[in-house]
């Protein structure tokens, strides 16, 4: 039985990534390895389980925002 794979690939576009990442500093790791190395895509998989292939000599910037759990109802 075969599964189903969807991909996207986007191409010299202006958009924007946003991804769910438990570990920012693992991401930063990650994309700094592929622009230092021979390989120009840095994979990160999100909280979801979803891989991302990100070509590093395309990024123009990085934004982290950490958010804390927010309190919902009568505390």
Same mark, same amino acid.
């Given at each position: 039985? $075969?599964?189903?794979? =969807?991909? @996207?690939?986007?191409?010299? $576009? +202006? @958009?924007?990534? *946003?991804?769910? +990442? *438990?570990? #920012? &500093? /693992?991401?930063?790791?990650?994309?700094?390895? #592929?622009? %230092? $190395?021979?390989?120009?895509? #840095?994979?990160? %998989?999100? %909280?979801?389980? =979803? @891989?991302?292939?990100?070509?590093?000599?395309?990024? #123009?910037?990085?934004?982290? &925002? /950490?958010?804390? &759990?927010?309190? +919902?109802?009568?505390?």
């Amino acid at each position: 039985m $075969s599964h189903k794979i =969807t991909m @996207r690939i986007g191409l010299q $576009s +202006v @958009r924007e990534l *946003e991804l769910e +990442v *438990e570990d #920012a &500093d /693992a991401v930063i790791a990650a994309l700094h390895d #592929a622009m %230092t $190395s021979d390989d120009p895509i #840095a994979w990160i %998989t999100d %909280t979801k389980e =979803t @891989r991302h292939g990100i070509a590093v000599d395309k990024l #123009a910037f990085i934004q982290i &925002d /950490a958010e804390e &759990d927010k309190m +919902v109802g009568f505390g």
